[in-house]
């Protein structure tokens, strides 16, 4: 394994091509925070196996291509190069790549319109990089976030775009948010909430980007699953809707959460772990408020909970079993 | 009263548990921005009074519990030790303390939740004072603002839990936003515009805060009652809700911004007088702007406008009789 | 032209009340990014023209008020006297004062609300000064386009005030946000996308506009230009509703980011050119996306989309061919 990491390494040295292919697998990886390449290459797995599972097989070729737009748009912007090289400018648009075609209608336009949302994540993580590194913050997935809702709010203004949500806009409270039926096959939903980071709805795949995790850091997978868990459990007992539970809804959020949280205040311990749970539980807090706040627009939260639940509970720079600075997230 | 105050001062430096009680005193008082323990002890008895008056005593308990709970999670979270023995970090739970059973139903989960929401306003609190500090200002309350919002537009997704704002959701300008009427019984809505800063309707609870901040500062005194009267005459004028306007919805915002901008800009005159009830008027308008913009939600706008305006009318760092920094709004 | 223009110059310098006139002057031009007295005369006759041609002339009584009741505002909170000289606190509250009356039904009590959120609005471009400068921005039109949202959606709540935007609050999806014919005479509608910076539906207007920027920067002129093409070509291309294409309405906001952008990144090239027109489709989404937002709300979304794009796309800092730091963006 280590030889053959080492000549994969040495061949992306030598080779400009292996390069760009070895920095847009390591972009995979970092919307998990990892920077690995076979951990990027699994995940790319679990992401067609699960898009064609889903139906969707569109959504695996959104990914690749917002990969490859937003990783060669930074290219072109003359980013930072050791920034680029860790895939930091691939894994938003990647997000953003599988976002536009679940989203919205299949037409050509509509591939237009991705290339377009790739690239301009890219232009938005640079503007918040650079607005976030003022507190040692970076801007995680925000920028695909930010960049999709954009895309899908303004796609209902468009007579040549159709916004397939699935979220009929509507006012809080009226309705009941919560209902539809958990089935209580606990085990799968919780890998369904692993591999809804990706917006797939597939234990398999949620499974295979576990595995993908434990090639790299066993921390990070461990933490993943913790996140899954905890955030799917609180979901369960506080009663959530049992058709988004059972989908995964209530886990993805958590599971990037854990894992930066994770990752940032990496030295275990008691205060450590008591803290990730606690950040675990106000994750799915965001998670549900935000999901209520964008309730009228008929809009998805995508990752946002994670990325200001992550902010707030990093920026008090808690000392606690801390051996790394908050500027080392990503 | 000198050699008492003097006396409890002796006894809180020497005894854990006295200085624990004195902190949260000072938490109470310091929720308009006062430091001193009989202040607070003053404002819970108000807080008590009006939430019996009120139908709603548990309340009150709420505003204890979070106080603690807040106070003793900075504590474990290790904060800056001088700043919470000023009671800088009680006063946010505190109120979240209050708001969580005004707004939710009495479940035994609400409690739960209500002990969660103190914890997360702590680290709230934490991480907007590390965000503002860039510009020599504080998080004011707004940590209370940003946690229970959070709260209460979550519990709309959960089965477990009631939101009982009385705030149906709805769409701005259909329906009078405006009506009801007004009893013109001017001075206990004056007072009841003060007491509505802890969400309690009653001018006995009123006038025994003005009581408390009189205890503390004559000043702070004067602008609280004058961001009341202003405030409340002003949306008279302009012709608001009268149901609103008589429990003293209308005054609670104004009476903060008055008292912060008062203790920030201190060395009164013609200017800083003129500059305050500006910034009077601009809280109202920023109170329904806030109103209109959360109405679709059915939450209410608790003291987001108080915390907008000051930052708003603090950032320009006017210099007219200023002689303290922004830095020491609290 | 070059001695007519030394001549007022110099009476500026000499006369109090000349000089006040020209920072005026040079008031209107900064809507635009221009530092120019002549610019601004030839501003203020579009509007006047447009204003009545509209028949809403007190829309142009509201600009000349907003206008003096900005800058005086300025003066009397003490700013920095050359950035007051440059007109630099005049540009939003002139769009404030055009917007009050618009929005606003015409009342005795409407042009008090005006003239004080002209003075907010001079609050709130020192507040978001201080704010921008950490990153080198500045705050662009953003005080007009806060205060007026503040001030629209207060409105609701008071009976002495009637919104009139024409823009029923609704969720989106519903009914079809787009349709409306478009009449396809191209050339006036580019124009009317100039004029309707200054909320003006006129094309004579439009093309005084173009000249006003004539006479002080041909790059200027050119930009705005594109810019209003591009954006209006691209949402007639999407499928966006025919009648606010008609009226220049997916215009404006572009011509404000391609100026704006332009201005920067002033060192004409192929790079810069194409940066520009991205810049162009990414404010027409941002544009979009904040309709649909404000959709519920019932308010307009001004010229909230130039400023969220510009800040983006000058955050990056990048520098191909930027012979200027972002901080001359104004």
Same mark, same amino acid.
């Given at each position: 394994m280590a030889a053959l990491t080492r000549r994969w390494n040495d061949l992306a040295d030598g080779n400009p091509l292996v390069r760009f292919v070895d920095t847009c697998l390591r972009g995979a990886a970092q919307v998990l925070l990892q920077n690995n390449p076979l951990t990027g290459l699994l995940i790319l797995i679990a992401v067609g196996w699960g898009a064609i599972d889903n139906g969707l097989p569109r959504a %695996? /070729?959104? $990914? /690749? &291509?917002? #990969?490859? &737009?937003?990783? /060669?748009?930074a290219l072109a #912007?003359?980013?930072? +190069? $050791?920034s680029w090289r860790q895939g930091l400018f691939g894994f938003s648009p990647?997000?953003?790549? *599988?976002a536009v075609p679940t989203f919205l209608a299949d037409r050509p336009l509509m591939w237009l319109y991705l290339v377009f949302g790739a690239a $301009?994540?890219? =232009? &938005?993580t640079l503007a918040l990089n650079a607005v976030l590194t003022r507190w040692g913050l970076t801007a995680l997935t925000f920028p695909f976030v930010l960049t999709t809702w954009a895309l899908l709010l303004a796609a209902y203004q468009f007579d040549r775009f159709v916004v397939t949500t699935r979220l009929p806009p509507r006012l809080p409270g009226g309705q009941a948010a !919560?209902?539809?039926? @958990?089935?209580?096959? #606990? &085990? +799968?939903?919780?890998l369904r909430g692993v591999s809804q980071v990706f917006l797939i709805d597939s234990w398999i795949s949620g499974l295979l980007i576990v595995v993908a995790l434990l090639v790299n850091s066993w921390w990070s997978a461990l933490f993943a699953v913790v996140g899954s868990v905890g955030a799917t459990l609180l979901a369960l007992w506080f009663g959530a809707d049992g058709a988004s539970l059972d989908k995964g809804l209530?886990? @993805?959020? $958590?599971?990037?959460?854990a894992v930066a949280v994770g990752v940032v205040l990496h030295r275990p311990g008691v205060l450590v772990t008591a803290y990730t749970l @606690?950040? *675990? !539980?106000?994750?799915l807090v965001v998670q549900m408020a935000m999901a209520t706040f964008l309730g009228p627009l008929g *809009? +998805? /939260? #995508?990752?946002? +909970?994670?990325? =200001? %639940?992550t902010w707030l509970l990093l920026l008090p720079g808690l000392r606690f079993a801390a051996t790394s600075s908050p500027e080392r997230v990503e």
């Open positions: %695996a /070729v959104g $990914a /690749v &291509v917002g #990969l490859v &737009v937003g990783t /060669v748009t #912007l003359r980013v930072d +190069p $050791a990647l997000l953003t790549g *599988i $301009a994540t890219t =232009v &938005v !919560a209902g539809g039926t @958990f089935d209580w096959d #606990l &085990v +799968p939903t919780f209530f886990g @993805f959020n $958590a599971v990037l959460t @606690f950040g *675990i !539980a106000f994750t *809009i +998805p /939260v #995508l990752t946002g +909970p994670f990325n =200001v %639940a």
